[in-house]
C-alpha cells in the first residue's frame, strides 16, 4: 500500500517511513509525486487543526490518499500566553532551524538551564472525500523531555530543537543515545497503531 506524506521535511519523512515500513506501508513525499511547491497558511489553533487543514488542501489538489501530521510544543510551568504550541518557530513560522535552537536555548535560560516541554502530535489521514480519519491520543505524544541552553554539535534539517533536547532519566543528548535518538518525539509505536486501526491492517 502506497501513501503521501503531506510534507516536504525529508526528516519528518525518513521517521515515518520507519515506524511504518512494517506495516507494509510505503511512504511517499509530496516530492515524490510532483506536488507543486505550495504554501498552506496553518491557522489552527492546535495541532489536531493544522493537520487537518493540511491534509484537506493537499488531498483536494491532488485527489490521492494521503496524510498530514502537526505538533505543538508544551512547556511546563510557562505561561499561557508563552507557550509555543503550534507556533514552535514564532509567529508567521519566521525562524530558521539555528535561529529556532537560539530562541529555545535562551528561554531555557530564563529557567537555570533547562526546562521540561512536551510534544502534542496530531495527524489526520485521507482516503476519499467521505473517508477522513483524525487523532491525537496520548500515544503519538512524545515523553517529557529537558530542553536546555547549550546545543549539541549534530544538527538534523528540520528537527532544530533535537540539538537542545535532553532525555531526562539519562541526562543524555538524545544524539548521544545511540539506540533511540529520536525517540523523544513521539512514543514507539501510537502512528502505527493509528494506521492499523484506521486501515484495518494486520
Do not use: W
Amino acid at each position: 500500500m502506497k501513501l503521501i506524506y503531506g510534507t516536504t521535511n525529508e526528516a519528518k519523512l525518513i521517521f515515518m517511513k520507519k515506524r511504518l515500513e512494517p506495516l507494509g506501508i510505503e511512504i511517499l513525499g509530496l516530492g515524490d509525486v510532483g506536488a507543486p511547491q505550495r504554501k498552506i497558511v496553518e491557522s489552527g489553533r492546535s495541532p489536531l487543526e493544522n493537520a487537518r487543514i493540511k491534509a484537506l488542501a493537499y488531498y483536494h489538489e491532488l485527489k490521492l490518499p494521503l496524510f498530514s501530521c502537526d505538533s505543538g510544543l508544551y512547556i511546563d510551568n510557562l505561561p499561557d500566553h508563552r507557550q509555543p504550541g503550534v507556533n514552535i518557530r514564532g509567529d508567521n513560522d519566521h525562524m530558521d532551524d539555528e535561529e529556532t535552537i537560539a530562541f529555545y536555548a535562551a528561554l531555557a535560560a530564563e529557567f537555570g538551564g533547562k526546562m521540561t516541554a512536551r510534544y502534542q502530535n496530531a495527524i489526520c489521514l485521507v482516503l476519499d472525500d467521505q473517508q477522513v480519519y483524525e487523532y491525537m491520543g496520548e500515544d503519538i505524544a512524545s515523553e517529557r523531555f529537558y530542553l536546555v541552553t547549550n546545543p549539541h554539535p549534530q544538527r538534523r534539517k528540520g528537527f532544530p530543537l533535537d540539538s537542545i533536547s535532553i532525555h531526562i532519566a539519562s541526562g543524555l543528548y538524545y544524539y548521544d543515545r545511540t539506540a533511540d535518538s529520536d525517540k523523544y518525539i513521539p512514543t514507539d509505536d501510537g502512528f502505527a497503531a493509528f494506521f492499523q486501526r484506521v486501515l484495518r491492517l494486520k
